[in-house]
């Protein structure tokens, strides 16, 4: 298994533009999720689907930032327009009807 | 207050040494309790899961859980040089895994 793949690996944008991370999780797993990982605050849950479906979205800091799962093998996390406070390390993650999450490698993102 | 504190370090210990990583928990809704190591630039993958109190033992790992303290605890023996990561603790409530909660993570270095 190929395991969650996400792209871009590595992103770095001027400040104001719109960014969008990509990510294709595990086959056969029906839960997705968005975690922003910084030094300051660690693993922070954005947003979860289950089933192609939003669950919670509680984690989601602003109106600047807004994902979509249109099918199972796809979903992206848009933030527009990007500040310099939006620089982190942002995971997908998925799993099935299971206590293990299993990680991408993270999308290492910085606004400048 | 953070639902879950866990000291960053980092912490450095010669090859071969007892290791002790500790997290704290406010949140007395939480039954699953896990263990996740990421190393660097890589996403954080499962180590330990424990359900409730008590202790589990993987190996050279032991898990250890105090509901009454809300403390718990990853004990790694005869550490190696392999085990240099940063431990996440994370744990989730009654909910189910969806929403998982996890510690800052503590960098550990075991020096050869």
């Known amino acids: 298994d190929a395991g969650v793949i996400q792209s871009p690996r590595h992103e770095v944008t001027e400040m104001g533009q719109e960014v969008t991370l990509r990510c294709k999780p595990i086959?056969?797993?029906?839960?997705l999720f968005w975690y922003r990982q910084t030094m300051m605050r660690g693993l922070e849950l954005l947003i979860y689907?289950?089933?192609?479906?939003?669950?919670?979205d509680s984690g989601m800091p602003e109106d600047r930032f807004s994902a979509k799962m249109p099918n199972a093998s796809f979903s992206t996390l848009k933030i527009q327009p990007s500040e310099p406070r939006d620089s982190a390390v942002y995971f997908c993650?998925?799993?099935?009807?299971?206590?293990?999450?299993?990680f991408g490698e993270g999308s290492w993102l910085t606004v400048v | 207050q953070k639902e879950v504190e866990q000291d960053p370090g980092p912490l450095s210990v010669p090859e071969g040494a007892i290791v002790s990583l500790n997290c704290t928990y406010s949140?007395?809704?939480?039954?699953?309790f896990m263990w996740y190591r990421q190393y660097s630039r890589k996403g954080p993958e499962l180590l330990m899961y424990?359900?409730?109190?008590g202790n589990k033992e993987d190996g050279r790992f032991t898990a250890q859980v105090d509901k009454s303290s809300k403390y718990i605890s990853l004990f790694i023996r005869d550490s190696q040089p392999s085990d240099s990561a940063t431990y996440l603790c994370?744990?989730?409530?009654?909910?189910?895994?969806?929403?998982?909660?996890f510690g800052t993570g503590t960098k550990l270095q075991v020096i050869p």
């Open positions: 994370a744990m989730s409530g009654s909910g189910g895994y969806q929403k998982v909660t």
């Open positions: 993650a998925s799993t099935p009807l299971g206590n293990t999450i299993y």
């Open positions: 949140n007395s809704a939480f039954q699953y």
């Open positions: 086959s056969g797993h029906d839960y």
């Open positions: 424990t359900y409730s109190s």
């Open positions: 689907f289950n089933n192609n479906v939003p669950i919670d």
